[in-house]
């Protein structure tokens, strides 16, 4: 006799976002909730609750489970289901799957209900490590295209709710240098023409290499890379805490992202295998300070002034991540960098926002330079000045500061930052104005956003909780990683000091500027 969860599976009425019997399934067997709500059908003689005996060896009964993984609200409705079940017995000697009970639960979230589109973009932004799925999608739409060297047609998302992807019906052909169709690269027809990706606009920068997708072409060095990144690792960890939480994947999910995420190939075509980084292009990006330095960033007078644009691209994090990078090669000292922060929109939207945003920054800077000036005057224009010296001539009111969602015309500015944090809170629980995440960062990668291509170690069981993996699951995640995953304890590849500012007209790679020439005065025999 099939237990009644195991009749409920079968019963078509029971879709399988339904909150009590996926919250009742996954208490009683967390194996076979995986394998109902991906989409498989039962197949008989399998029993979930009798299977559910090995998940249940601690000796924790359905009761405690529920309380365990938050669902303790629905204990009243799933006693309620089981005096139906009992009626249903007591009228069905022989029981007919179809008229099992349906369970309801209006009680539970519908970001918490499995298999729903909320569900599945909750894990997309546990991925990602944003606010939610939207940013990612308008990262796509606005710049996903950048790289592409040729002529294109933008493949985009078109569906903001589920990311479904496509082409606009009838959108014509279009390339990055804006130059006529004939005259642009293409990998067959015309393997010489003009490359018009980011790289290759920079290529007296950069430099060039061997084009692999075409005989006889170069291409620009590059920098993407994503070799040996955990996708989702810190969303797994989540999920191995507490498997119920929304913000969080399974290990079968980290498995099957890492495998399937792929990357770009030397034309930034979409491939099953990862992107790796030209070497070159990687001490190249260091040494000239493309990836800003902290020494050097540190040098400067900064007010960054941070709106809001979570579900876009300017994210608040970013200004944390230029934080890190000054913090860390300074001594943890960041006094020449202050944040103004507000969460009305990416930019002020009103005079008085403006007034007390972009005017004040304006007049602040203008004193805090005219201090630097007379306290630390510069030899020439790219003459540096220390962190200290920056920071001595700052301006008393050049603090960090918001202003709250509760103060639409910015008249009163807060100063505690966890005051700030914690304003507003969002779906993901965090305040409007909180610092997230990045993909890089939720793999484990710093905040400091600074390692372009990881150094690896060996992919090893000791780095995950005991028991995460099954046999196959593991044997899978080695074949994802074949040379290992991102070691983000050490430098990134090529990682080394700036020594900028370069000039590259002696070719890629650049040389230090040379010292400002001296003025000379005219002689008096001086015929011209």
């Given at each position: ?66 309380i365990k993984y938050g669902f303790d609200n629905l204990i009243e409705e799933i006693r309620a289901y089981i005096r139906e079940v009992e009626e249903y017995r007591r009228q069905h000697p022989v029981r007919s799957p ?190 000239a300070g493309i990836v800003s330095s902290g020494a050097h960033l540190g040098q400067l007078a900064i007010i960054d002034s941070r709106g809001w644009d979570e579900q876009g691209i300017h994210y608040i994090f970013r ?210």
């Amino acid at each position: 006799m099939y237990t009644d969860i195991f009749l409920a599976l079968l019963n078509r009425k029971n879709a399988r976002e339904h909150p009590i019997l996926s919250a009742m399934l996954y208490a009683f067997c967390p194996t076979a909730a995986r394998w109902w709500l991906v989409g498989a059908d039962p197949i008989l003689p399998f029993d979930p609750v009798w299977k559910s005996l090995e998940d249940l060896a601690s000796g924790e009964t359905l009761l405690e489970f529920l309380i365990k993984y938050g669902f303790d609200n629905l204990i009243e409705e799933i006693r309620a289901y089981i005096r139906e079940v009992e009626e249903y017995r007591r009228q069905h000697p022989v029981r007919s799957p179809e008229l099992m009970p349906i369970f309801r639960g209006g009680k539970i979230p519908v970001s918490r209900r499995y298999g729903s589109q909320n569900a599945i973009n909750n894990k997309k932004a546990a991925i990602n490590g944003h606010l939610n799925h939207l940013g990612c999608q308008s990262w796509n739409n606005a710049f996903g295209f950048n790289g592409k060297p040729g002529n294109y047609v933008r493949f985009l998302v078109l569906d903001q709710t589920t990311g479904a992807m496509g082409v606009i019906p009838g959108e014509q052909p279009r390339n990055n240098c804006l130059l006529p169709a004939a005259l642009v690269y293409d990998p067959v027809s015309n393997p010489t023409g003009t490359r018009c990706g980011d790289a290759d606009l920079s290529t007296a920068v950069w430099g060039t290499t061997i084009n692999e997708n075409a005989a006889n072409s170069v291409r620009a060095r590059q920098t993407l890379d994503n070799v040996g990144i955990q996708y989702g690792l810190n969303a797994l960890l989540r999920g191995l805490v507490n498997p119920l939480d929304p913000r969080s994947i399974t290990p079968e999910e980290f498995v099957t992202l890492n495998q399937r995420i792929g990357g770009f190939d030397a034309d930034v075509n979409r491939r099953p295998q990862r992107t790796s980084a030209d070497r070159e292009a990687l001490d190249i990006a260091y040494r000239a300070g493309i990836v800003s330095s902290g020494a050097h960033l540190g040098q400067l007078a900064i007010i960054d002034s941070r709106g809001w644009d979570e579900q876009g691209i300017h994210y608040i994090f970013r200004s944390f991540a230029e934080r890190a990078r000054i913090d860390a090669d300074n001594g943890g000292n960041h006094g020449n960098q202050v944040m103004w922060r507000y969460g009305t929109g990416l930019l002020p939207g009103t005079a008085l926002q403006a007034a007390a945003v972009t005017l004040r920054s304006l007049t602040t800077m203008d004193r805090w330079l005219t201090n630097l000036n007379a306290s630390a005057p510069k030899e020439t224009l790219n003459s540096a000045r220390t962190q200290a010296q920056v920071i001595a001539g700052k301006p008393a009111d050049a603090v960090d500061f918001c202003f709250l969602s509760t103060d639409p015309t910015f008249g009163t500015p807060v100063f505690d930052m966890a005051v700030c944090d914690a304003d507003a809170p969002q779906a993901d629980g965090l305040g409007r104005m909180a610092k997230r995440a990045s993909p890089r960062q939720v793999a484990g990668g710093p905040l400091a956003e600074n390692v372009l291509k990881c150094q690896l170690k060996p992919l090893s069981p000791v780095d995950y909780p005991a028991g995460t993996f099954s046999t196959a699951q593991w044997a899978r995640l080695n074949a994802a990683f074949p040379d290992g995953v991102c070691d983000w304890s050490r430098p990134g590849v090529g990682q080394q000091p700036a020594v900028s500012p370069l000039t590259f007209v002696r070719g890629p790679g650049g040389v230090p500027l040379p010292r400002a020439p001296a003025s000379e005065g005219r002689g008096e025999d001086d015929d011209d």
